[in-house]
């Protein structure tokens, strides 16, 4: 796809998690890959309700904004990086040295998802919780799955595309809040017997 267009869906993948309350101000990261090594992402302290593509930064595997100065800090950009080269190195493993199942990353704070954890409610779900500095643990979880809880972060959503991505967070966050509901009205029904 075009820089351009992906720059207008990056923005728009932004605006959508804001407007649902699932990342806030200038929190979260979203990237989407451009060409091989070469990735766009939300900006650090730009608001994410009014982001326009002209604001979005294009970076370098090590997260050095290609177009300016500066660059994200490592310990933000680390989770990202590491899902794009394990996704890659599985891919060469497997023959395959174009595709790589993992070409946009969402870190977003999806309240009802991370309220469940807190509670317990989430356990069902089956997500992996890996600190984001511990590259091994980060690198086997994003193997075998497509969403990582990073504590003190939030949920870390890996995606074919930024729509990909984009549905995982809504989806988790919308089972979440069944399960909270649903232990809501149990204890509820418990406390009336």
Not at 94 to 101: I, L, M
């Amino acid at each position: 796809m075009n820089e351009a267009y992906l720059r207008e869906q990056l923005c728009l993948t932004a605006h959508q998690l804001w407007l649902r309350g699932l990342i806030a101000g200038d929190t979260g990261l979203v990237s989407v890959e451009v060409h091989r090594r070469r990735f766009l992402i939300t900006p650090p302290a730009q608001r994410r309700a009014a982001l326009t593509a002209d604001q979005v930064w294009c970076v370098d595997m090590g997260g050095q904004n290609i177009q300016g100065e500066g660059g994200l800090d490592d310990a933000a950009w680390r989770p990202h990086r590491l899902a794009y080269q394990t996704s890659l190195e599985r891919a060469l493993d497997a023959g395959d040295d174009r595709t790589a199942s993992v070409a946009a990353t969402i870190l977003a704070t999806p309240p009802a998802l991370l309220a469940a954890v807190r509670t317990g409610a989430a356990a069902a779900f089956q997500l992996p919780s890996v600190a984001p500095d511990d590259d091994a643990a980060l690198r086997q979880a994003m193997q075998t799955h497509e969403a990582v809880l990073l504590p003190g972060l939030g949920l870390l959503a890996l995606g074919a595309t930024l729509d990909a991505a984009h549905n995982r967070i809504e989806q988790l966050e919308l089972a979440a809040m069944i399960e909270l509901a649903a232990a809501g009205q149990a204890s509820s029904t418990t406390t009336n017997r």
